[in-house]
């Protein structure tokens, strides 16, 4: 896909000046030590230490290991949380005991709400099948995650990328608590999302990359898989 899709992404979120860039992961393609450079120079090199990421199956399907397991970043307001859910050699997720108890623990101590953000999006009771071979983070640490989330009624979104689509579930043991999918960046819608911190309240904004170019291409795009790629991502 074009290169060019990062690069007006990135040039559309400076324009916002925001305290924090968070990325959920595939960062490259294939994990090759170019691309992990492309967008480190891209991204690092517009927003220095406001970047925090995670890798994602592109990497880990790879055995590139990059960027930490578990990374905090607090904001004015709220803290947001980066977990790495991808496992080596595969294109599914997991969570471990250890990241699941920081996750406990530090829920427990804030004062502020919480945000959570990994790349797999969660397996959902009574939706999906309970299978090992799950696309997104397996039945039982999914499980674990929404068990953690509805001891802390702080926490008040996990937010994935991984599927390329624009999607917000509910579970009932967490009650309004969204669990949000968001698009890429790489093709149709052409997407990335900006939050925003009022009193009380945390709001997705999910913005389209707008520049001429980018419309061409995701347009283009949208015609992937037989035509019925904007019912998936939508």
Do not use: C
């Not at 230490?49 to 995670?54: E, H, K, S, T, V």
């Not at 595969?90 to 502020?112: F, I, K, M, W, Y």
């Not at 959570?116 to 969660?122: L, S, T, Y």
């Amino acid at each position: 896909y074009p290169t060019f899709m990062n690069a007006d992404a990135v040039a559309e979120m400076a324009q916002l000046d925001p305290p924090a860039v968070l990325v959920k992961g595939d960062l490259t393609t294939d994990g090759s030590a170019a691309q992990l450079t492309e967008f480190d120079e891209l991204y690092r090199g517009t927003f220095g230490n406001r970047l925090a990421f995670i890798r994602g199956n592109h990497e880990s399907y790879h055995h590139v290991h990059v960027g930490p397991s578990y990374e905090r970043v607090d904001l004015p307001g709220l803290t947001t949380v980066l977990i790495d859910t991808s496992r080596d050699g595969h294109a599914n997720g997991t969570l471990s005991a250890e990241q699941l108890e920081r996750l406990d623990d530090e829920a427990a101590d804030s004062d502020v709400p919480l945000a959570v953000f990994g790349h797999h999006h969660i397996w959902l009771p009574g939706e999906d099948r309970r299978d090992e071979k799950f696309f997104g983070l397996l039945p039982e640490p999914s499980e674990a995650l929404q068990a953690v989330i509805a001891r802390h009624p702080n926490i008040r979104g996990y937010f994935a990328g991984h599927t390329h689509r624009n999607r917000r579930r509910f579970v009932e043991t967490t009650g309004d608590v969204p669990y949000v999918e968001v698009a890429s960046v790489k093709d149709f819608p052409g997407a990335w999302a900006e939050y925003r911190i009022h009193e009380g309240t945390l709001v997705q904004v999910l913005r389209r990359v707008s520049t001429p170019r980018a419309l061409e291409w995701t347009e283009r795009t949208r015609g992937m898989f037989g035509g019925v790629y904007p019912l998936y991502s939508f």
